[in-house]
């Protein structure tokens, strides 16, 4: 009986150490072997952090910054026939693979994933910890069907949803306008959808999380930010900083803008909430007290 426990105890020890197979292969094998005329390949390239510059020249920096894992890359192909090519991102969680989908949305469609979006033989999605780009180019009718196949295909593959950022649940609901909702755990991508500053004045890093999204009041169009900081104290420096090199007066949480529109500031805790755009004080001033309320 005492050695029956052994070996079971050297088994047991035996499969924890084994090596576990890479979820991108797991998924590749789960691709069909062909889509109408295309093929699936026999071979597949895998890239990680120090090798996506190799593949993606000057696009790796949005995927790094999201906290990229690794890369599986394939090309269906068909005799005389534009390619297929899949590139499917392990992006070690939910939160960074929603993160990267939400860089570039501009529409609302979930038929697909947890939210995908196609347009000129370019199809994007994620689901769970995996954002996934489907290309063909030039696009005919039979690759575009190709494509959706093969998305749908994919995505039903990956076992389980992903959570969203906790984040996104403390935007007011009230007029948001949801397909422009980023998020983002690295400042320069505020930037890429609204100016802030060339430097980092709000200290947005890996443990802040962020979410700008525009709203639309009756005829009033304005961005809603908000950063949450590991604690308060964080949260003040920042709050400090951006009334200093934005507002340009520390004095003030609220203040017309060089573009003559008006932004402001609010800090509750460990949240730094600003509105940039807003055509009045008093939209502003309306905007925090509702946000106060929930």
């Known amino acids: 009986m005492k050695a029956l426990k052994i070996i079971q105890l050297l088994l047991a020890t035996a499969i924890c150490l084994m090596p576990q197979q890479n979820p991108l292969k797991k998924l590749f094998a789960q691709l069909p072997d062909t889509v109408s005329e295309w093929k699936k390949p026999a071979e597949f390239q895998i890239y990680g952090p120090d090798t996506l510059y190799d593949y993606i020249n000057g696009g790796a920096e949005l995927y790094l910054s999201y906290g990229f894992k690794h890369l599986l ?130 200290h947005i890093d890996k443990q802040t999380e962020a979410v700008l999204a525009q709203y639309s009041r009756k005829s009033d169009k304005y961005f809603l930010l908000l950063v949450v900081y590991p604690n308060s104290e964080k949260a003040e420096i920042a709050h400090s900083d951006f009334r200093k090199h934005y507002l340009k007066d520390p004095l003030y949480t609220i203040k017309r803008t060089g573009d003559n529109s008006w932004s402001g500031s609010k800090i509750d805790e460990n949240r730094l909430w600003m509105v940039f755009n807003a055509d009045s004080e008093k939209l502003i001033t309306d905007i925090f007290n509702e946000i106060s309320v929930e």
């Not at 090309?75 to 570039?104: C, E, K, R, W």
């Not at 320069?188 to 609204?194: G, K, P």
């Open 73 to 202: 890359s394939c090309q269906y192909s068909a005799d005389n026939l534009p390619d297929i090519t899949i590139d499917l991102f392990d992006m070690g969680n939910s939160y960074q693979a929603y993160g990267v989908f939400s860089h570039s949305r501009e529409s609302l469609d979930d038929s697909i994933g947890q939210g995908c979006e196609y347009g000129g033989g370019l199809m994007v999605f994620w689901k769970g910890q995996f954002y996934c780009s489907i290309l063909v180019f030039p696009e005919t009718g039979a690759a575009r069907e190709s494509v959706f196949k093969i998305s749908r295909k994919l995505a039903d593959s990956i076992p389980e949803n992903g959570q969203l950022p906790p984040v996104l649940k403390m935007l007011p609901e009230k007029d948001l306008v949801r397909e422009t909702v980023r998020y983002f755990t690295h400042h320069i991508w505020l930037n890429s959808h609204y100016f802030i500053s060339n430097e980092n004045i709000l």
